[in-house]
């Protein structure tokens, strides 16, 4: 039987949670200080290249950009299409991110054993309340898609308190934090909504990670969202986060990667390009790739789309 003289310490961290620890953290020398113009020349840089592609909006009309139409308009250009037309709807795989992610935020401020259900119950309660077209949603569904997305948030939470370790408070945790830039005068409007951020900038030495919780596998697609979540935070900032990290909460693994300056000046001409073919297949007469892959299989033009049927067919799958 345990002493129950003894002095309660903190709990050991299982591998899982130390190789978190292990991953972010970071000694000073490990943390890049950057030149105090860098904001300035990204800003230039960025408009520089997407202004000519903004002319031809009609006018009143800004382009709005997140990292999923980025990453949608890069991909098949016809399924970014159908997709658009789509009004977009709350579903249980879509709700559950912002379920966990509420978790989290309480889980940091708990005063008390942290039980993933109880906390996944309060995130729903919390949410039902407050957000309101999430809370539109929930109050809607019915008792089986309820009890659905309860399960799914609740393995997901489990998953990540048995692979973090608890966050402290010094660490700055801050869930669903957004972000935003307007260059050219508003005309282009870019937004995002991290995960997890931990961590600060000291003057113009960086200090901040960007986190992204992930279930299911890696894609490469994850990086370059978190990579358009740097240049809006370094926008918008000064300075740039100092790293970037997807965690894959089924296999209890990173995919991270320390920013640069080349990262987002790449990332600056990546945003110009998806400017160009937005511009063009919104209000211009772009014709849209067709890019055949595993997306076909849910994509919403795949009944009238030859080459999305082909691959399919392929596959045995149309
Ligand atoms: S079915 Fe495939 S190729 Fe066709 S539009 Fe959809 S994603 Fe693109």
Known sequence: MQDPT???????????????LDELGASAEDRPEFPDDLRHHLRAALETAVEPHLDDLPDGVDLYLNKH???????????FLAEEDEP??????????????????????????????????EALA?????QKNLSDWLQGIGEAERAELRSQALDA????????????SAWRPV????????????????????????????????GKVIVDLKTGGTN?????????????????????????????????????????????????????DGVDRLVGLLHGDRTPSRVPGPPCRWCPARADCAEGQAWLEERDEA
């Open 88 to 121: 977009f709807e709350w579903r249980v795989p879509t709700a559950r991110g912002s379920v966990v992610h509420k978790a989290v935020e309480l889980a940091v401020n708990w005063r008390g054993p942290v039980e993933p259900p109880l906390l996944v119950d």
């Open 220 to 272: 490469a697609v994850h990086r370059e969202d978190l990579r358009f979540y740097a240049l809006v935070e370094t926008l918008r900032m000064g300075v740039p986060p100092r790293m970037l990290a997807s965690y894959y909460l089924d296999q209890a693994t990173f995919v991270s990667e320390v920013v640069t300056e080349d990262t987002l000046r790449a990332t600056v001409l990546r945003v110009a």
């Open 175 to 206: 869930t669903e934090s957004r972000l935003r830039a307007e260059p050219c005068g508003g005309r282009l409007v870019l937004d995002g909504k991290v995960d997890l951020t931990l961590g600060t900038a000291r003057g113009l030495v960086a």
């Open 157 to 168: 939470f489990s998953k990540y308190l048995e692979c973090w370790p608890p966050l402290k």
């Open 6 to 20: 003894a002095a309660a310490g903190p709990e050991p961290l299982n591998p899982a949670q130390q190789a978190v």
């Open 69 to 79: 139409r980025l990453a949608m308009v890069h991909g098949c250009e016809a399924r």
């Open 126 to 130: 919390s949410l039902e309340a407050d």
